[in-house]
């Protein structure tokens, strides 16, 4: 008898808790969402597996009737065979971001041919087809540059800049052409801009370079966290203290925690957060469970990480 | 003794459901959002209220410590004196859908000034200010023009056109060139253009007109789901069997009813839709509660909605 009157109150409660929680439409909707990412094969990468993994939780304990299932792959062929794989089990939405998104374009068609939602992130085929997605969400890579110039301009107007650029891809050209664009007509210099490959070992290599031909250098852009890890390890090395600051970008938790924690040489960092595919599947989820239109292009703001505002970005578990 | 019984179990539920729900961290994060939109004096804004409602409802339900007020406003004047009230009454984000926006830029800005987060809905200062917002939602007024363009080229190459316009302001004309665009180089032909205000009343007038101008005429454009009843009516009354079609835009129930019963003269809509105001209130909220970033600029897609689709635009409540 007890055990029936607990039966009956926890169904109660249950039906309750699920109808206010959800809506009656949401308790009834079943939505399974596919998340196809790089692996974690580098710094970015791996802060987006971990943030995908972390949002799916929260949204899976949201939405009852909801499963998120996460994949990664190491290559285009890879998450090609992921992407059927998916197709296959069943899937109401797509929210990928691709290794590389040209080799992948028929791929991703042929999972929308099956009106499956696509929510395509951070990088577009270079076509700049919008036909491949239902949503697009990125970062903003123009701004990661003039953010990041504006700041040296402001900040050090007459400041010897010694710049460290990606691969010599377009990124990479429109975040320098952001840069340039900030400090035109102001007395910042630029002293030299070599190829560091988005990697903390040519980084350290080409600042090592940089600091045996320029002897003052007041400022380092180098347009991303990884990169800077290696440029500090040359600058100390190097035992030279000319250096004022250096500017990375993208927000990972260690240069995060060094500009909350007021560290002279990284005082700001430049948002490119891999925590957008986060909010691509919120948004991907609020299409089937909110009914509000989604369907657009969404590019993040490059917000100048301060120390005011730098525990809003700062996660310490992720591993970038 | 029962009643012992049922209260406690009751806890327990409550509390695994609201850890559950929430994970540990949103159960305790006492958030409060508040919503400031037009009052519901015309269709679109009477969706805005009636999506901000129904959102608030939704997004409460499923964040425990959500408080979502929504305040409407006649005019700018009422609307600057609701923001005072809001930011007094203690706020931590403001999600904003402006009467006018110039007027209410000093009023925002000092919302702002409050660490208050900002989310500006559609209309943004002339100036187009970023610095008033944080997250800016928008539909794609461009779009919303070269959509239907590209719409009647496709389906009537040699199709005579007449045109309603809304106001004589910005947004009118990047509708306008959108739509110019999209009809450039075909056998499209607009006869003539008038302004109907975004006013059924208006656009009856104006319809009349083009009726006794032109004896022949395939395709009525009239960006607003408002004008196209007053463009129905005209159409009726003087009994003319010779249009083919009717485009209006935005979303509304009324139309999007008939897009899905196959009615005739009502093929597809545009969408423009006020159910962006939800949109705009979802990351809002998952700024607070799932720590992602949503500081951006998100631009709505005009999609195309036809018979296939209309179900998931379809708001069988919603006053608009």
Chains 1, 2 share one sequence.
């Not at 369907?295 to 992720?318: E, H, I």
Request: charged letters at 20%; one cysteine or more; glycine letters at 8%.
């Amino acid at each position: 008898m007890k055990k029936t009157i607990l039966g009956l109150v926890l169904a109660a409660a249950t039906a309750t808790a699920t109808a206010v929680a959800g809506m009656a439409h949401a308790a009834e909707t079943h939505v399974t969402i596919g998340v196809s990412v790089p692996a974690a094969d580098h710094g970015w990468t791996a802060g987006v597996v971990y943030h995908a993994e972390r949002v799916a939780k929260l949204l899976m304990a949201e939405h009852p009737g909801l499963k998120i299932i996460v994949k990664t792959s190491p290559n285009a062929t890879s998450q090609a065979n992921v992407l059927e794989d998916l197709t296959t089990e069943g899937i109401n939405a797509l929210v990928i971001l691709p290794t590389d998104p040209d080799p992948l374009v028929n791929a991703i068609k042929a999972v929308k041919a099956q009106h499956i939602f696509v929510t395509l992130v951070d990088r577009a085929p270079s076509d700049n087809d919008q036909s491949v997605r239902d949503l697009y969400v990125a970062g903003n890579n123009r701004a990661l540059g003039s953010v990041a110039g504006e700041y040296v301009k402001t900040h050090t107007p007459d400041a010897k800049v010694v710049v460290i650029r990606g691969l010599p891809i377009p990124i990479d050209q429109v975040r320098q052409d952001g840069f340039n664009a900030a400090i035109t007509g102001s007395n910042v210099k630029v002293l030299g801009r070599e190829y560091g490959n988005w990697s903390r070992d040519d980084a350290f290599n080409v600042m090592q370079d940089f600091l045996s031909k320029f002897p003052k250098i007041d400022v380092v852009w180098c347009q991303d966290d990884d990169m800077a890890v290696g440029v500090q390890q040359a600058i100390k090395q190097a035992k030279r203290t000319d250096i004022k600051y250096i500017i990375g970008g993208a927000g990972s938790s260690e240069m995060i925690k060094k500009v909350m924690g007021g560290d002279k040489m990284i005082p700001v960092d430049v948002l490119y957060p891999p925590a957008m595919i986060g909010t691509a599947m919120i948004l991907t989820v609020a299409n089937f469970y909110d009914q509000v239109p989604v369907r657009g292009s969404y590019t993040m703001d490059a917000t100048l990480v301060t120390k005011q505002n730098a525990t809003g970005y700062y996660f310490p578990d992720s591993p970038y």
